[in-house]
């Protein structure tokens, strides 16, 4: 059996997707499903997520320090079945590099699980203070239980 395959994208794989790849990943069967992240910028290929990213994750009992950096590029869309971004400039930046209507149907505001058609953006907390990344947290969890209700 083929595993379902999910990727997790914002702008730098350092601080939103990689919380959410661990997320999901927690959440489904890693038999049945693979968990990846990617950023639409190269700036931190290679980069484990941001130590506030980390530190967040492992108060909820995750571990994500192992992650590491990686850019998107429109060889993920024949990898991967379903493609969820954290804010509209991630969509727009995904969305360039689509090459058929299939490759954009994979695509959604991981949000809309939450709130569908809304286009409500989860914000970067890479400039702002620790609880920033709290609130992210939050708002991907409740996401990533809707995500993981929904695919299986």
């Known amino acids: 059996m083929d595993k379902t395959k999910v990727l997790m994208v914002c702008l730098g794989n350092i601080c939103r997707s990689p919380l959410a790849e661990g997320i999901l990943r927690n959440k489904l069967d890693t038999d049945k499903f693979i ?40 060889m993920d869309y024949q990898d991967f079945d379903h493609i969820y971004v954290m804010d ?9 590099l689509a090459e ?20 409500v953006d989860v914000p970067d907390p890479y400039y702002g203070g620790d609880d920033g990344f709290e609130r992210v947290y939050k708002m991907l969890d409740e996401a990533c239980d809707m995500i993981s209700q929904n695919i299986r």
């Open 35 to 74: 968990i990846d992240s990617a950023g639409t910028g190269n700036w931190h290929i290679g980069n484990p997520p941001d130590s506030r990213s980390i530190a967040v994750a492992k108060k909820y009992g995750l571990d994500i320090s192992t992650l590491r950096g990686r850019q998107f590029t429109s």
């Open 88 to 96: 509209s400039s991630n969509l727009e930046n995904v969305l360039s």
């Open 100 to 119: 058929s209507d299939l490759d954009r149907s994979k695509v959604s505001m991981i949000l809309d699980t939450i709130f569908p058609g809304e286009r």
